[in-house]
């Protein structure tokens, strides 16, 4: 069997996922990296991810299997036209962008849709370059393929077999279709992320009160807000229809529940948040959910020297293993001051108990 090949034209948070995701599952595999930062590429050659580097787009890449566009969505463009001359007809182009109709009507343009699949991993953070990649990034992650229509239905179950082998979770959707989704459910809670933070610095105060005492609630909703402008500017330039149609509806549930709450509207305004709350919660009670239900509590202690060690003693002592534990600096409805995650429900509630035996406060919410 021959060796897997695979090109990466960027290597930022993505690519480098990606290929560290291949280093990991398909130890053999030989990886070919071009990026405009060079300290990228030293940096991945370094930790032994890539094995050779290129100075620019050129033959080098004509021995690929796949080649990952990883670079910008503005520069696609520029990058395929260089690319075409040294394609080979058996590689299977893909990218990585968070919007697909602009690039597959791009492949059409070439001639290049019997080779193309569109790739989007729905994985990331607030956090970009090839510094902060990490192969764990794409574990359990949906990865959406979106294959051009002229694509064999072999090269199709490749790429969802090589999506499966580095941990993801392929699933098939048209390009449209796509765009549609990812509009709800990733580009439309950005902008909105984003305006409340805004809404936040215009309507705060010249002592800063409201950003001083921000806490759980509202940092974890705009944790998103942190990411990369430039990259959040391009994806409303390229999924503007979907995004702006969207937005347009929120708008209208905003004044919907306005209204209610203007008007005391008492039934109205409980399910505004009950059918919220239960459509939410179906997202982890789903075995193929996007959002994995988490075993946490938080617990008060005592604000002096070895208070965390005591706990992590007590919990160890009686073989309850810890998944994840920190320090809450602010306390928000009712919750305690340490965080401690857990691997099973089991644990999470033997260490309840325990806890509440040594007579510390829990919330589990």
Not at 58 to 73: E, K, N, Q, R
Request: with cysteine.
């Amino acid at each position: 069997m021959s060796t897997l090949t695979c090109g990466f034209i960027g290597l930022g948070l993505i690519g480098g996922s990606i290929a560290k995701a291949i280093r990991t599952n398909i130890p053999d595999a030989h990886l070919i990296a071009y990026d405009i930062n060079t300290a990228s590429l030293n940096l991945s050659l370094e930790e032994k991810v890539i094995d050779q580097i290129c100075t620019a787009i050129d033959d080098t890449f004509h021995c690929c299997d796949y080649i990952f566009l990883c670079a910008p969505v503005s520069h696609n463009d520029e990058n395929l036209l260089l690319l075409k001359q040294y394609l080979s007809e058996n590689t299977i182009l893909t990218d990585v962008g968070s919007v697909k109709t602009g690039i597959h009507k791009h492949i059409e343009s070439l001639g290049l849709k019997k080779q193309f699949i569109g790739g989007h991993p729905m994985a990331g953070s607030e956090r970009f370059g090839y510094q902060n990649s990490k192969a764990s990034l794409l574990e359990n992650a949906y990865y959406i393929l979106t294959p051009s229509d002229s694509v064999a239905q072999e090269k199709i179950s490749a790429y969802q077999t090589l999506v499966g082998s580095i941990g993801a979770i392929p699933l098939i959707l048209t390009y449209a279709e796509h765009d549609y989704v990812t509009a709800a459910i990733s580009h439309l809670p950005h902008v909105i992320a984003a305006s409340l933070v805004n809404l936040v610095k215009k309507s705060d105060s010249k002592e800063g009160v409201m950003k001083m005492i921000a806490a759980g609630g509202f940092k974890d909703i705009t944790r998103i807000a942190s990411s990369s402008p430039t990259m959040w500017q391009q994806i409303c330039l390229t999924n503007t229809e979907n995004i702006s149609q969207l937005l347009r509806d929120y708008i209208d549930d905003l004044n919907e529940i306005a209204a209610c709450i203007d008007e005391h509207l008492t039934d109205a305004i409980y399910d505004f948040f009950a059918q919220a709350r239960s459509y939410r919660e179906s997202f982890t009670n789903a075995s193929s959910g996007p959002i994995k239900a988490e075993h946490v509590l938080t617990v008060d202690i005592a604000d002096k020297p070895g208070s965390i060690a005591t706990i992590a003693t007590l919990l160890a002592g009686h073989d309850v293993s810890i998944k994840n534990i920190g320090i809450n600096h602010n306390r928000e409805l009712a919750e305690g001051a340490l965080r401690i995650e857990f691997y099973t429900k089991d644990a999470l509630n033997a260490a309840t108990l325990i806890l509440q035996n040594n007579r510390y406060g829990i919330h589990t919410r």
